[in-house]
């Protein structure tokens, strides 16, 4: 019995044996498989960040872009808007200057005071004159000066209204 016993604990450690080895050897390729398919999900993860920050650096580019050239455009507005700013100002300076050296006279037209005349026919335009009628004030001359100065403020609200709204096209368009 102990030859018989003796034989069949070899083979019963031969058999744990090669189960143990199994096991391990299957262990060892289901290791090796999920490895192999551990690395490709995380090549093609890698891969799908790769193209999104490609994209999202692509779309950053473009908008830098259009940020560049609207920045530009308002730019040049801004010129163009300080340049007609300057030029008005510029133009009443010398308006004032010479209405101030009397080298240029405001005057108004009067109403006709002739109500008995019926004809539709103005009366002829006097000398050096392009108006017809030879009824016409001078004003005085810090009244014309305020009237230039008016005048002058509405201008320069008008290019200031003028500026805002190529702003508001540039941004929105």
């Known amino acids: 019995m102990n030859l018989d016993a003796l034989k069949w604990g070899g083979a019963l450690l031969l058999t744990l044996g ?3 080895g199994s096991a391990w050897a299957a262990w060892a390729w289901q290791a090796n498989a999920y490895g ?11 891969t799908t960040l790769t193209h999104l ?15 560049l050239a609207l920045e530009q455009l308002l730019a040049a507005s801004d010129q163009a808007h300080y340049r007609a700013l300057t030029d008005e100002k510029t133009k009443q300076i010398h308006l004032r200057d010479r209405l101030a050296t009397a080298d240029l006279r405001l005057s108004a037209l009067l109403a006709a005071t002739d109500t008995n005349r019926c ?9 050096g004159s392009v108006v017809h009628g030879a009824q016409r004030a001078q004003l005085d ?24 709204q190529e702003y508001v096209r540039g941004v929105a368009g």
């Open 36 to 46: 192999q398919q551990l690395a490709k999900q995380e090549t093609s993860h890698q």
């Open 141 to 164: 001359r810090a009244h014309a000066q305020r009237i230039i100065g008016i005048v002058g403020e509405g201008d320069e609200g008008l290019i200031a209204l003028a500026a805002c």
């Open 18 to 20: 090669l189960m143990g």
């Open 119 to 127: 004809s539709g026919v103005p009366a002829a335009a006097g000398p």
């Open 53 to 67: 920050a490609n994209a999202n650096s692509a779309l950053i580019i473009a908008e830098q872009g259009k940020r």
